[in-house]
């Protein structure tokens, strides 16, 4: 069973609009935690944002914040004020501890955003 | 900063090919994870390692098998390379905890089996 769903292969979004990239995920450990990453068309992987399971509080950086929905299992990224340097692959990923005690971190299939001008 | 270095950026090998992948990182870090990335599929997990000479298999590790002898160094090896291998290999690294911290990557290493 997938442990991360992205479900948006694509997107498109006007430069200065916000765009929000889907993530659910499924997990039985109380204590995880939701990653977000921006890879460009260079490769490297950018850590954006972060959401702790036992956050009260939505995440928030810069102009990205999180929509963490946990009765949901949902933890949407929102990108304000697109600009076109946002243009990139954005995957979701949880970190979980499976059994034995060790950390797992498992990612979704991504979703290639274009911010058009 | 942390680093994570990958030994090769590009490599070609022949089918059948025993084939080894370096990865060094050089902030202590206790895991460290092996991710190949395929379009369309994103990171799927091969290995993951939380202490030196420890391994645990992630969702895809046929084919694969993992070596970590030292804490900083974490080695995937392709036993006998197959055409179906051929992909981006990403190295990761974190620490141990339920923090904030997120993962660091090496640059990747494109691998083309022939």
């Known amino acids: 069973a997938q442990k991360i769903t992205q479900t948006q292969p694509g997107m498109f979004v006007q430069e200065k609009e916000a765009v929000t990239l889907d993530c659910t995920y499924d997990?039985?450990?109380?204590?995880?935690?939701l990653f977000w990453y921006k890879q460009p068309s260079s490769g490297e992987m950018i850590f954006l944002i972060y959401?702790?399971?036992?956050?009260?509080q939505n995440a928030t950086e810069g102009r990205y914040s999180l929509n963490f929905q946990k009765a949901r299992k949902s933890a949407n990224l929102v990108i304000s004020a697109s600009q076109l340097g946002d243009s990139a692959m954005y995957f979701c990923?949880?970190?979980?501890?499976?059994?034995?005690?060790?950390?797992?971190?498992?990612f979704g299939t991504g979703t290639k955003l274009q911010v058009i001008p | 900063d942390v680093k994570v270095t990958q030994s090769s950026r590009y490599l070609v090998k022949r089918t059948g090919e025993k084939v080894f992948l370096e990865c060094v990182q050089d902030?202590?870090?206790?895991?460290m994870f092996w991710y190949r990335q395929d379009p369309g599929l994103g990171l799927r997990l091969i290995y993951f390692?939380?202490?030196?000479?420890?391994?645990e298999k992630g969702d895809i590790p046929e084919g694969y098998s993992v070596s970590r002898e030292k804490k900083e160094r974490f080695s995937l090896i392709l036993e006998s390379a197959s055409t179906n291998q051929t992909s981006m290999y990403l190295c990761?690294?974190?620490?141990?905890?339920?923090?904030?911290?997120?993962?660091?990557f090496g640059d990747g290493t494109r691998l083309s089996i022939l």
């Open positions: 990761a690294s974190r620490p141990t905890g339920l923090t904030v911290q997120p993962q660091h």
């Open positions: 997990t039985s450990d109380p204590s995880y935690g």
């Open positions: 959401q702790g399971s036992y956050d009260q």
């Open positions: 990923a949880m970190r979980e501890l499976v059994s034995g005690g060790y950390q797992k971190v498992t």
């Open positions: 902030m202590d870090h206790e895991n």
């Open positions: 390692s939380y202490d030196v000479k420890m391994k």
